[in-house]
């Protein structure tokens, strides 16, 4: 596998004579006419990228010249033309019997005598002095794809584990014939461009021996959103044609740019695939490869190391750069990288331009909104942001696409290729298998199509002729609703929306939602509720992590067993999960800040959660309970928040994520304020240090009061409109008797909140709020702009109508 060692290589692409071979060291990005996208990429790596680290195997081109050589030489050009001169892409009958002829009259052809001595002399000089025939990778490279506005991801074919000369020059052959796969033809026709005006070339790659260890996709940017600061990653055992295709579903990792470039290790998710099967060699019984299972252990770990996720997220990083100052424009790019067995090494083995979200319109924001709900059905991976509703096809394998109608919800394995004439025409893509880099993510995406990927039994569970409505709308989960449910698609113009004085911010608890509501107009998240990573991602009780040895609760323990499955050490899963949970909110924000408020549930919210009824007590009122600032420093907690201080420890220090601070919620004395501060230095948050800002809520009469000697312990305030009105008032909030009396435009509610932005203003502290009010009254946002708030936090949702209210304020 060594890059340096590739005898006689100048030698011989100098010296050929029809100009059949050109060495990926010899090629550039500039020669796709001569040799198509993926061999103009993987020369241009060779090239430029290897001296900087990234590992790229060895190999050549067999051109498109050679192509065309063997198409005249064999006299198949007028052939193909007859065949194809009455195609109707749209009858899949005719497509199919077209596409078959043609490629077996390509098929039939024998390859030029001259073509194939120099394929067999290239293929000689990769091997050297090796006595054993070389395992070699045989790619096609169209002279039209891996184009900025066009990928033609998977219209011709690979072969892997291709050994000795005989099997390179019949692969060659059967690589030639599928430029004419039914699915290219129809991709060709779709994208409008002409079949004869297109050739194909040919990699020849030294395979790398992931079938002994993993491989998989990249992406440097965000498949769902558009994000351009993360790094998608996907892996699975084995050789990486499952990940592509579809076939398994793979461990995901997203890694931040920004952050990862300054020497962090920004790991912000890692999610577990199921992994059921890996492609490897077949060493008999004529297949190349084949398909085995995975034993159940090492579905149930992760394929790669953390060290082995940011080198491929660093090398990413570099291709892109390197791409976006050739173009002079951003270049996200689709990456396929490979492990090897043998060595440990990595190797990237394939990269082209990211073709759909890096086109995406950025001036206008698009969401789509349900307008109801109804039993779900199934749930999987989401493709994409959109909503559609139709029928139920359900197609277990391609011989019967024939049956599919458009406008239909497609539901099938796996997608691949062949299936790309109906994918065009579905409303919906339902697939068991895959994951976000998968052939049906890539192509729904392309099309504009939302699609849900392993959903394990959507073949099962869904059946012809229901109908449903598919909503990749809420998140990165994917869910299948019965029946047709409305639902709304804004479109908002961001070109001519005004910037107001007054910083408009975000209230945010779901990171699986943070990139894509990046998007909307805002000064960063000015509260991020760490309640709601704790009970979907989490789900156990702090105390029962770290008691978990002594716990008594068997049925607690067993489940507690079960979600931290491979965490030997139980509070670290805690720590992990709620890290990975913080750092998707405050990266997708980065470098504005992001507040995040400690946990702030009270005593019967923590007895629901996994073990937790061991732990807390039984009160009469928990709203006025132990609950806020008061459990962090207590003994009955205090292990508890010893885990969130290392989690947010993890984020800023390990992940570089500074822009987080942090706001201490229900503080109802100055001293309590000191004393949780105390307790935060115990695990390395000290106010100022590395940028720490702490904040206090202001949520309380008594933190209004004595807003002086409050600022002189924080950095600032927001204010919680919710629990102040309450407690002004004398109002459970959680009574319905009593609920018309609560309102938060009560003037004596408005007085206090005037009281204490006066005294931060004077004090020289921030001042914001990030109750529900302005949220739901524009006219109380309007008075808060009035009264000369630093910032006014909101729900997503009403973020452009309150811009448009504060702008109308601010310049009356």
Same mark, same amino acid.
């Given at each position: ?145 891996? #184009? ?48 004869? @005006? ?62 990862? @470039? ?47 996720? #940011? ?5 990413? &990083? ?43 319109? #950025?001036?206008? !924001? ?141 209230? !945010? ?92 549930? @009270? ?41 969130? &201080? ?113 005294? &931060? ?52």
């Amino acid at each position: 596998m060594n890059q340096s060692t590739q005898p006689g290589r100048q030698t011989h692409s100098a010296s050929a004579p029809h100009a059949f071979i050109k060495w990926f060291a010899d090629i550039a990005i500039g020669e796709i006419p001569l040799v198509g996208g993926k061999n103009a990429s993987l020369g241009e790596m060779v090239r430029e990228l290897t001296g900087k680290g990234v590992k790229v195997p060895d190999g050549f081109a067999i051109t498109a010249e050679a192509f065309r050589h063997f198409i005249r030489e064999a006299r198949l050009d007028e052939r193909i033309r007859t065949t194809l001169s009455d195609l109707d892409t749209h009858d899949m009958a005719n497509l199919s019997q077209r596409g078959h002829a043609v490629r077996q009259a390509i098929l039939s052809a024998t390859l030029p005598r001259d073509l194939e001595y120099e394929i067999a002399g290239a293929y000689r000089q990769l091997q050297g002095n090796n006595a054993v025939p070389l395992d070699v990778a045989v790619r096609s490279s169209a002279t039209a794809e891996d #184009l900025p506005d066009a990928s033609f991801a998977g219209q011709q074919e690979t072969y892997l584990n291709v050994q000795g000369v005989a099997a390179l020059l019949e692969t060659s052959k059967r690589c030639f014939a599928s430029l004419f796969t039914d699915r290219a033809i129809s991709y060709r026709v779709d994208k409008g461009f002409d079949h004869f @005006k297109i050739a194909l070339s040919i990699g020849v790659q030294r395979m790398v021996r992931s079938d002994l260890a993993c491989s998989g996709v990249m992406f440097t940017i965000d498949t769902e959103t558009g994000f351009r600061d993360a790094v998608l990653i996907s892996a699975a055992y084995g050789l990486g044609e499952n990940v592509v295709q579809g076939s398994v579903t793979p461990d995901e990792y997203v890694v931040f740019k920004p952050t990862l @470039k300054t020497g962090h290790r920004p790991i912000l998710q890692r999610t577990v695939g199921s992994k059921e099967f890996k492609l490897v060699y077949d060493l008999g019984g004529g297949k190349m490869v084949k398909n085995v299972p995975v034993p159940p252990a090492d579905r149930s770990r992760l394929s790669l190391t953390d060290d082995e996720v #940011l080198e491929l997220a660093r090398w990413g &990083c570099l291709v892109e750069d390197h791409y976006s100052a050739k173009r002079g424009q951003p270049a996200p790019m689709d990456l396929e990288w490979a492990k090897d067995g043998i060595t440990g090494e990595l190797f990237i083995v394939q990269a082209r331009p990211e073709t759909v979200q890096s086109r995406k319109n #950025l001036d206008v !924001l698009e969401s789509y909104q349900l307008g109801q709900r109804s039993p779900v059905l199934i749930t999987g991976r989401s493709v994409g942001e959109k909503i559609a509703t139709g029928r139920v096809r359900v197609i277990k394998s391609a011989q019967y696409i024939g049956q599919f109608q458009e406008g239909e919800v497609l539901v099938t394995d796996k997608t691949d290729p062949d299936w790309q004439p109906i994918m065009k025409k579905a409303a919906a893509i339902v697939t068991n298998r895959g994951g976000r880099t998968c052939h049906a993510a890539i192509v729904s995406r392309e099309l504009g199509v939302p699609a849900v990927v392993g959903t394990e039994h959507g073949t099962d569970t869904l059946k012809d002729g229901q109908l449903v409505t598919v909503s990749c709308a809420e998140g990165d989960t994917g869910i299948v609703y019965e029946g047709v449910l409305p639902y709304e698609v804004k479109r908002t113009s961001l070109k001519s929306l005004g910037q107001p004085r007054t910083k408009v911010m975000m209230n !945010l608890a779901n990171p699986e939602e943070a990139f894509s509501l990046s998007f909307i107009p805002n000064e960063g998240v000015g509260l991020a509720r760490m309640e709601f990573i704790i009970t979907t991602y989490i789900k156990i009780h702090p105390l029962a992590l770290v008691d978990f040895e002594r716990l008594d609760d068997r049925m607690a323990k067993a489940e507690i067993e079960r979600l931290t499955t491979g965490y030997t050490d139980k509070p670290q899963f805690f720590v992990d999960r709620l890290a990975q949970g913080v750092g998707m909110l405050a990266a997708a924000f980065y470098p504005k800040d992001v507040v995040l408020r400690l946990s702030d549930f @009270k005593t019967n919210e923590y007895a629901n959660l996994i073990g937790g009824k061991t732990y807390e007590p039984d009160e009469e009122n928990p709203m006025l309970g132990f609950r806020g600032a008061s459990r962090y420093y207590h003994p009955r907690y205090q292990a508890g928040f010893a885990l969130e &201080c290392r989690a947010v420890t993890k984020v800023r220090d390990e992940m570089g994520l500074t822009n987080l601070k942090l706001m201490i919620p229900f503080c109802r004395t100055v001293e309590e304020g000191r004393r949780v501060q105390a307790e935060m230095a115990k695990h390395g948050l000290r106010r100022g240090e590395n940028g720490l800002e702490i904040y206090v809520m202001c949520e309380i009469p008594s933190n209004v009061i004595l807003a002086d000697e409050f600022a002189d312990l924080f950095d600032g305030f927001s204010i919680g409109s919710n629990d102040l009105t309450q407690l002004i008032l004398g109002v459970d909030r959680d009574s319905d008797i009593v609920a018309p009396l609560f309102d938060e435009r009560n003037p004596a509610v408005k007085k206090m909140i005037a009281q204490v932005i006066a005294t &931060c203003r004077a004090r020289g502290r921030k001042i914001g709020i990030c109750g529900q009010a302005p949220s739901d009254y524009p006219e109380f946002a309007q008075f808060l702009v009035e009264q000369g708030i630093d910032s006014i936090s909101l729900n997503p949702d009403t973020v452009l109508k309150t811009i448009l209210a504060i702008l109308k304020q601010e310049n009356a």
